[in-house]
Structures are given as structure tokens and as C-alpha cells.
């Protein structure tokens, strides 16, 4: 069975266009629309994902200032590494996009699991365990919230 090449693509009005056209059409608009939004990541961080979830859960949808507090005043771990994401996404922001920081948010926060490294525990009569150490990746979407309007 042949594959047709000039798949159609349906374009917002209804009309169908080639794929080709449909593509460059496409990045034209993504390119006249400005960029509100800056990412941050950090990977291969040795905490246990369940652990940084809890932290990255407070600081979703909030302010910059307020996310910077809340992580400020936190004692856990998972608090000084999202703030230092945190810091990165904002300097993304200001420096990369041009957006201003004041008007920003967390509009994004993920913490997906990395990979495990796998150590032996000793137990008693001459067995192992096997000791899971998690890590985990971190990505923080900033997002100005004037272009939410």
C-alpha cells in the first residue's frame, strides 16, 4: 500500500491544506504571537520525587514572590532545590524573553521520577535488600499573567 505525501491537514476556518503548508503556516503564527511563558529543569536531582512533590504542590499556580516565600521559610530539602528552579525559570524569563518578573507565576511545576540507583542493604543471616535510591527531574513553567487575560 502506498502512503500518500500530500496528507491534509484541516485548518481553523475548515479548509484542508497540505501538511507542508499546514507546518509553515503554523510556525508563521507561533512566531507573530509573543512569548509569555519561560521553563526551568533540573534532572537527575537525588531526591525521592514523592518528597519533592509535596513542596512543588504549595508553590503551583502562585506568584513569584509568594513561591519564593513559601520556599524561603521552608526547612525541607525539596524546598531549596525548587527555589533554585525556580530562580533559573525567572531568570529565563528576564533575560531570555524580556518578561518582567513582577508579573509573573508558576503556571507549570512537574517532578517526574529519574532513574534508581540500586545499592545493597546487609540483613541478617548473609541475605541483601536491595536499597532504592530515587532521583528526580524538576520543570517549572513560569508564566507572565497580563497574557492570561
Known amino acids: 500500500m502506498a502512503t500518500n ?11 484542508k491544506v497540505k501538511r507542508s503548508v499546514y507546518h ?15 521553563r526551568a529543569v533540573t534532572k537527575y536531582v537525588r531526591i525521592s520525587p514523592r518528597k ?3 513542596m512543588a504542590n504549595s508553590i503551583r499556580n502562585k506568584d513569584i514572590s509568594e513561591a519564593l516565600q513559601i520556599l524561603t521559610f521552608s526547612p525541607k530539602k ?8 525556580l530562580m533559573s525559570a525567572i531568570a529565563n ?10 508579573n509573573l507565576y508558576v503556571s507549570e511545576i512537574m517532578v517526574n521520577e ?5 545499592r545493597l542493604w546487609p540483613r541478617s543471616h548473609g541475605r541483601a535488600d536491595i536499597l532504592q535510591k ?10 507572565d499573567k497580563s497574557a492570561d487575560k
Not at 529519574?114 to 540500586?118: A, I, N, T, Y
Request: aromatic residues 4%; glycine residues 4%.
Open 134 to 143: 530515587r532521583m528526580s527531574h524538576i520543570y517549572i513553567t513560569v508564566r
Open 93 to 102: 524569563a528576564e533575560n531570555n524573553f524580556g518578561l518582567n518578573a513582577e
Open 24 to 38: 509553515r503556516m503554523r510556525k508563521e503564527k507561533e512566531a507573530s504571537e509573543p512569548i509569555v511563558e519561560a
Open 5 to 15: 505525501t500530500n496528507v491534509s491537514r484541516v485548518q481553523e476556518d475548515g479548509r
Open 52 to 54: 519533592a512533590r509535596s
Open 114 to 118: 529519574g532513574p534508581r540507583l540500586k
Open 78 to 85: 525539596s524546598a531549596r532545590i525548587l527555589y533554585k528552579t
